[in-house]
Nanobody, 122 residues
Framework: QVHLVESGGGSVQAGGSLRLSCAASGYTNYMGWFRQAPGKEREGVATIYSGIGSTYYADSVKGRFTISQDNAKNTVYLQMNSLKPEDTAMYYC??????????????????WGQGTQVTVSS
């Protein structure tokens, strides 16, 4: 089993930046960041293929968010710049362990962190 722990959430003003971290306790095939605002569906934000470093982003965050990894620390990061009020949500780190299609669909991930709140004020 893989244990995921997110950190780095908080409250910032529009246009500000925040960096989220996700520490994994074991090997993952790929990892991703998801977010869910009250009353809305969970949506994929960004994903990274752990062994290679290839990335993919949702259109809504392209050019503003960057996902990266530190293999030595077994940690994935989400750098969020130019934050907007619509980015406000609970952000979740997720991982896929075992073979599977690489995507931003939540159903492809089998481990989840507890979530960290990001609030962007106007």
């Amino acid at each position: 089993q893989v244990h995921l722990v997110e950190s780095g959430g908080g409250s910032v003003q529009a246009g500000g930046s925040l960096r989220l971290s996700c520490a994994a306790s074991g090997y993952t095939n790929y990892m991703g960041w998801f977010r869910q605002a009250p009353g809305k569906e969970r949506e994929g934000v960004a994903t990274i293929y752990s062994g290679i470093g290839s990335t993919y982003y949702a259109d809504s965050v392209k050019g503003r968010f960057t996902i990266s990894q530190d293999n030595a620390k077994n940690t994935v990061y989400l750098q969020m710049n130019s934050l907007k009020p619509e980015d406000t949500a609970m952000y979740y780190c997720a991982a896929r362990v075992g073979g599977g299609i690489w995507s931003l669909l939540a159903s492809n991930y089998n481990y989840w962190g507890q979530g960290t709140q990001v609030t962007v004020s106007s």
